[in-house]
């Protein structure tokens, strides 16, 4: 038995993609110990993940604090670990590669750096969709992929039955309005005539919610949606993807949320601006889909309902 280290630091939407391929890992070394190396947002989700013995946590502190680099690198070679698999593929990754197996090939280290096809450069290869890059990197690696390209992202959802008692929640459907406020680009600004049109087509037949993150809370206000919160405080990401996994529809921003229903296989679409394509962040799947307009601001609400019946018949 050895023990197997997989990196993967964040963010949300990341960690909800990288499902299968951490699966494939773990299913592919059934007698090995696997081990994440994660940072503080997911420290305790990846504790539930059933295939992973254990994790570790990056604080990913600047790589000038030389003390704390010192007993990062000195927790990480008690494990003697026989192969690393990289799925941050960061040039803090690769730092850290440098430090603890510089020489490493691909049948100790695995990361687009080590797998990267011949002739083929990091830039050209990253034009590539994430679960692709994800499934040659493995591949490359000896790794059966029977679920690379289909994540599951179920096993971080927990029982959210008393949250939705206190909000009466039995058909909802939700909407994620929200984005960081450096990616403004990817805020679809209709939500509330969206929520109208709902409301009017269905009679009121179903409550529209939304589950703002702990800084989206004060701009929840601004939505005519009901605001979904535990005692208070925005939900943790596992009550989240419980919230996400009982819905009828989820309607969202390409963010971490968006991601993640997708990845649970609920039914929803994600609204995409200019700044990337669904195809590139692999974001479609069976139930999930997206609208891509050069300019957000002219997506009309209208569009994004017709897309809605599309998709599920209410």
């Known amino acids: 038995m050895s023990n197997i280290l ?4 964040g963010s949300l939407g990341d960690i909800a993609q990288a499902s299968g391929a951490i699966q494939d890992i773990c299913e592919n070394h059934e007698n090995d110990d696997v081990y994440l190396l994660t940072t503080k947002p997911y420290f305790d989700l990846f504790k539930k993940n059933p295939f992973l013995k254990g994790v570790i946590l990056d604080k990913r502190l600047p790589r000038y604090n030389l003390i704390y680099l ?19 593929n960061s040039s803090r990754t690769a730092f850290y590669k440098r430090i603890l197996s510089p020489k490493a090939s691909k049948e100790i280290w695995s990361s687009t750096e080590t797998t ?8 050209d290869f990253d034009k590539d969709s994430v679960l692709s890059r994800f499934d040659y990197q493995l591949k490359s690696s000896g790794i059966d992929t029977n679920h690379t390209m289909k994540p599951d992202f179920s096993w971080s959802t927990v029982d959210i039955s008393e949250i939705k008692k206190n909000y009466e ?18 805020k679809w600004p209709y939500y509330n005539d969206l929520i109208s049109i709902i409301n009017q087509k269905f009679e009121n037949k179903f409550k529209v919610v939304t589950a ?25 990401i596992s009550q989240l993807s419980g919230l996400i996994k009982d819905s009828l529809f989820v309607v969202a921003n390409d963010t971490g949320p968006a991601h993640m229903t997708a990845h649970l296989g609920s039914k929803g679409i994600a609204l995409f601006g200019s ?8 974001i479609e799947r069976e139930n999930f889909k997206a609208i891509q307009a050069p300019d957000l601001s002219k997506l009309s609400a209208e569009k994004v309902f017709e897309r809605m019946s599309q998709i599920f018949k209410f």
């Open 212 to 236: 703002p993150g702990p800084d989206e809370i004060e701009d929840a206000k601004n939505i005519n949606a009901l605001c979904v919160l535990d005692n208070g405080k925005a939900l943790n």
């Open 275 to 282: 700044h990337t394509t669904p195809f590139k962040v692999s």
């Open 116 to 123: 990267l096809p011949e002739g083929t450069t990091k830039q």
């Open 70 to 88: 010192y007993f990062l690198m000195r927790e990480l070679k008690k494990y003697s670990f026989s192969k690393v698999y990289d799925l941050q």
């Open 169 to 186: 929640l039995d058909k909802y459907i939700i909407l994620f309005p929200f984005c960081s406020p450096h990616l403004t680009s990817k």
């Open 6 to 9: 997989i990196i993967k630091h």
